[in-house]
C-alpha cells in the first residue's frame, strides 16, 4: 500500500451496512461509527454517503425502519433487516467469496512472477 493513501469503500458498503445491522438492529450513528471503527483506516466512510444508503436500502425493501426514544434523547432511527435484505447479504456472501478467490489468485501469481526486489 502506497503510504497515505486512501481507499473509497465503494459498493462494498452497502454489505457491510447490511451485515452490521443483519448481526444487530442499530441506528444511523451506530453503524456510521462502527464502520469508522472497524473497517481499515484507510478507507474513506462518507457519512453522508451512509444515510443515503440506508435511506436507498428502506425504499428497495432491503431493510425496515421506525422511530425508537432512548430515555430523555432524541428519537433514533432504528434500522432491521427484511427478507429481502437478508437475500442480499447472501448474494453479497457469494459475490464477495468469488472476488477473494479471484484476487488470490492474482496475488499468488504475482509472488511467483516478480522479482525478489524486496518491494511489497
Known sequence: MEPGRRYQTGKHLEAFILLFIYQQPSHGGAILKRLQ???????VIDSGGVYRLLRELESQGAVTSSWVTE????????????PE????????SQELRVR???????????????????AS
Open 85 to 92: 435484505g437478508r437475500e442480499r447479504l447472501n448474494q453479497w
Open 37 to 43: 471503527d472497524e473497517l481499515p483506516p484507510v478507507w
Open 71 to 82: 430515555g430523555q434523547g432524541a428519537p433514533k432511527r432504528f434500522y432491521q433487516i427484511t
Open 100 to 118: 477473494r478467490s479471484s484476487m488470490d489468485l492474482f496475488l499468488r501469481w504475482w509472488d511467483e512472477a516478480r522479482p525478489d526486489d524486496g
